[in-house]
Each structure stands twice: as structure tokens, then as C-alpha cells.
């Protein structure tokens, strides 16, 4: 008979999570709380997602009041639509669309303010010359995208496009930041497509003609403008 060991060999034990910082073993898990009404679940929702959808709502309401008024609406929002979220969808993408809804309906509800005319931001252009076609300022959506996701100019980027007219800027981050279609934003913003891809063109352009002054004329910027002319 075989003798018997001295010691059990010991078991690994398994990882615990930390139910205080995520209670939730997967998304499927944390909707179906939600759809239950648990107020835990909502609070964690809230804590977990609130620092990036900030950062959406800043984008489109550059005064910080407005930009927590329209996040807080949007969370509000999210509780009361929630038995009607659609499991197969991904809840990010969802919540980050209801932000974006908000802070269009801020800008619609509040008070028109004065606004700075975008000509003045636009190229002043020799008497040969002409501003692009719509077609052709896609060149200039991949400028601004590149611009904003490069690390050297991403604030100066986000800074920049926050001078716009509001009409001009939510047009342009609705098609190149947030990279809805023609379509979806003239039925987000009540206006025909030819209107949006008109105020976007010119957006486009304003935005390019800031960049250069303050990126300098040794820039990767200034010196796609320079093959151009």
C-alpha cells in the first residue's frame, strides 16, 4: 500500500474580482441589471463611462456647464430607454449616440448667441483660383483627421475647431469626428444634405486656414498647401 503524502498539494486559488470596483462579469450581465431597474448597476454605468462621454459633449458645447447639463440629460435619457435597448447592440455605441443627441438638443433649446462669421477663417484666394469642389475636400476632412489623432497637435486640433461658428462645427464633427453620414446628420440637424455638405466644405476649409497660421509654415500642413498651388 502506497504511503500517503505528508501534504495535500495545494489548489490555485481562483481570481476574485473586486465587486466594489467591477461587479459585473460581463456587459450581458450589467444590461440585464439595468433592465431590472438596479440602481447599483445604473450608478456603476454612470462612474464607468461619464470621463469619455464628457469628452463628447465638450466637443460640441465647449462651456463646461452646458457640456455636463447635456451628459447629465443623456444619462437620464439612458435610464428611462433602457427596457427598450436592443441586446445585440453594443451599450457604448448606444450611449455614446444618446450623448450626442443631447448635446444637439442643447444647442437647438438654448438662446441663439452671437457668433463669429466663418469668411473671415476662410482662404483669401488669388483671382485664378476657386475653392475646392465638395467632392474634392475630402483631402481636407483627411487633413483634420490626421491632425486630431497626432499627438502634437490634437489639443491645438480640438481648441481650433471650437473657434467655429456652432452651425459649422457641429457639422463637422458630426461627419468627421463622430463619422456620421450626409444622411444621418441632415436628419440630425433638420437641414437638407446640400446644406450640410455645403457648411461642411466650408468648414473644412476654416478649419485648414486656422491650422496654418498657427502650425507655422514649416508644417505638414503648410507644405500639403504648398504642392496644391
Not at 437620464?76 to 443631447?102: C, E, Y
Not at 457648411?199 to 507655422?216: K, P
Amino acid at each position: 500500500m502506497p504511503d500517503r503524502p505528508d501534504t495535500i498539494p495545494r489548489q490555485t486559488p481562483p481570481v476574485q474580482v473586486d465587486p466594489l470596483v467591477h461587479p459585473y462579469a460581463s456587459e450581458t450581465t450589467l444590461v440585464a441589471a439595468l433592465k431590472n431597474g438596479n440602481a447599483l448597476a445604473f450608478e456603476f454605468l454612470v462612474r464607468e463611462n461619464s470621463p469619455r462621454l464628457l469628452m463628447v459633449a465638450r466637443r460640441f458645447l465647449p462651456v463646461e456647464s452646458d457640456a455636463l447639463d447635456a451628459l447629465q440629460d443623456a444619462f437620464l435619457s439612458a435610464f428611462k430607454a433602457m427596457p427598450g435597448f436592443d441586446a445585440n447592440s453594443k451599450l457604448s455605441t448606444w450611449l455614446h449616440r444618446i450623448v450626442v443627441n443631447a448635446c444637439l438638443m442643447k444647442l437647438r433649446s438654448r438662446s441663439r448667441r452671437p457668433e463669429t462669421q466663418l469668411d473671415p477663417m476662410l482662404p483669401v484666394l488669388e483671382p485664378k483660383h476657386t475653392y475646392a469642389s465638395h467632392e474634392d475636400s475630402s483631402a481636407l476632412a483627411e487633413t483634420a483627421e490626421r491632425a486630431l489623432y497626432r499627438k502634437e497637435t490634437k489639443e491645438l486640433v480640438r481648441s481650433t475647431i471650437a473657434e467655429l461658428p456652432e452651425a459649422y462645427r457641429t457639422v463637422l464633427l458630426l461627419r468627421d469626428i463622430e463619422e456620421f453620414d450626409t444622411q444621418q446628420v441632415a436628419l440630425m440637424l433638420e437641414v437638407s444634405e446640400g446644406a450640410v455638405k455645403t457648411r461642411l466644405h466650408r468648414a473644412r476649409l476654416a478649419l485648414r486656414e486656422l491650422l496654418l497660421e498657427r502650425l507655422g509654415s514649416d508644417s505638414p500642413l503648410a507644405q500639403e498647401r504648398k504642392l496644391e498651388t
